[in-house]
């Protein structure tokens, strides 16, 4: 018993000087500085730039090396070969899509004893028709038309007509295309006469709900019939045209 009393008397006056050491040290010694309001924002806003840019913030890579475009390795002839491919592809895609959107037809009119030839650009407004369907008809579609004759005078003719579609038989495996038939009739005019006419048509047509070139919009190819009477003179006028129209939805 002495002998544990002894060793305890001994751990304490070895444990007595440590401990009034540590109570003399300055609290700024024994406690860690605070960051300043500074020192966040600045860390915080490194952060953000480096999860924003998704990279470190010194890359271990040469970044232009990396990122140098493909153009730059080209030889001449293959910039050449590129040059000629652009030249050639915008007036061509140009030119596809303004024939899509107004395709030309080829008309003759006799009037007056005579036959005139010209051109025509018509397209025109679908009304109608199941749109449920992935491909379906409009029920009536509002054709408007831009005709010029070369030897007629005035020589220009504007055309509005009201037509009904009759798809008569697919001749497609998924019924792209169909053979059809309409009929309707409308006001023409030259800016000087008006004359009402009736109007048929027999040919191909494809139908809505096709978004791909150049099954968009609808188009119709064949052949047109119209017979019209020229209120200001008193007179009947036909024509016949190799034509193709577009309709929109």
Same mark, same amino acid.
């Given at each position: 018993m002495?002998?544990?009393f002894?060793?305890?008397?001994?751990? %304490?006056?070895l444990?007595?000087p440590?401990?009034?050491?540590?109570?003399?040290?300055? %609290?700024?010694?024994? &406690?860690q500085p605070?960051?300043t309001g500074?020192?966040?924002t600045t860390?915080?806003?490194s952060?953000e730039?480096?999860?924003?840019?998704?990279?470190?913030p010194r890359?271990?890579y040469?970044t $232009?090396t990396?990122?140098? @475009?493909?153009y730059a390795y %080209?030889?001449p002839?293959?910039?050449l &070969?590129?040059?000629?491919f652009?030249a050639?592809?915008?007036?061509?895609g140009?030119?596809?899509?303004?024939?899509?959107?107004l395709p030309?037809? =080829?008309?003759? #009119?006799?009037?007056?004893g005579v036959l005139?030839?010209?051109?025509?650009f018509s397209?025109?407004i *679908?009304?109608?028709g199941?749109t449920?369907?992935t491909?379906?008809? @409009?029920d009536?579609?509002?054709?408007?038309?831009?005709?010029?004759f070369f030897?007629?005078?005035?020589?220009p003719?504007?055309? %509005?007509?009201?037509?009904v579609?009759?798809?008569a038989a697919? =001749?497609h495996?998924r019924?792209?295309?169909?053979?059809g038939l309409a009929g309707? *009739?409308?006001?023409s005019?030259?800016f000087s006469?008006?004359?009402?006419?009736?109007?048929g048509?027999v040919?191909?047509m494809? @139908?809505m *709900?096709?978004?791909?070139?150049t099954?968009f919009p #609808?188009?119709?190819?064949? $052949?047109?019939?119209r017979?019209?009477?020229?209120t200001t003179t008193?007179? #009947?006028w036909y024509e016949?045209?190799?034509?193709?129209?577009s309709?929109?939805w």
């Open positions: 002495n002998e544990i002894l060793i305890m008397t001994s751990l %304490a006056k444990g007595a440590l401990l009034l050491a540590l109570l003399l040290l300055p %609290a700024s010694v024994l &406690a605070a960051p500074t020192e966040d860390r915080q806003r952060l730039d480096t999860v924003r840019i998704g990279v470190s890359p271990w040469d $232009l990396v990122t140098k @475009p493909r %080209a030889s002839l293959e910039r &070969a590129l040059a000629a652009t050639i592809s915008i007036p061509v140009l030119s596809i899509g303004v024939t899509t959107l030309p037809s =080829i008309t003759v #009119m006799q009037e007056d005139r030839s010209g051109v025509a397209t025109g *679908g009304f109608g199941d449920s369907k491909i379906f008809f @409009p009536f579609r509002l054709q408007l038309e831009g005709a010029y030897t007629r005078v005035p020589q003719v504007m055309r %509005a007509g009201l037509l579609d009759y798809p697919s =001749i495996s019924d792209f295309a169909w053979f309707g *009739g409308g006001i005019t030259d006469t008006i004359s009402p006419y009736a109007e048509w040919g191909l494809n @139908p *709900g096709i978004r791909f070139l099954l #609808m188009h119709h190819y064949g $052949l047109r019939g017979v019209g009477y020229n008193g007179s #009947m016949l045209s190799l034509t193709a129209t309709t929109f």
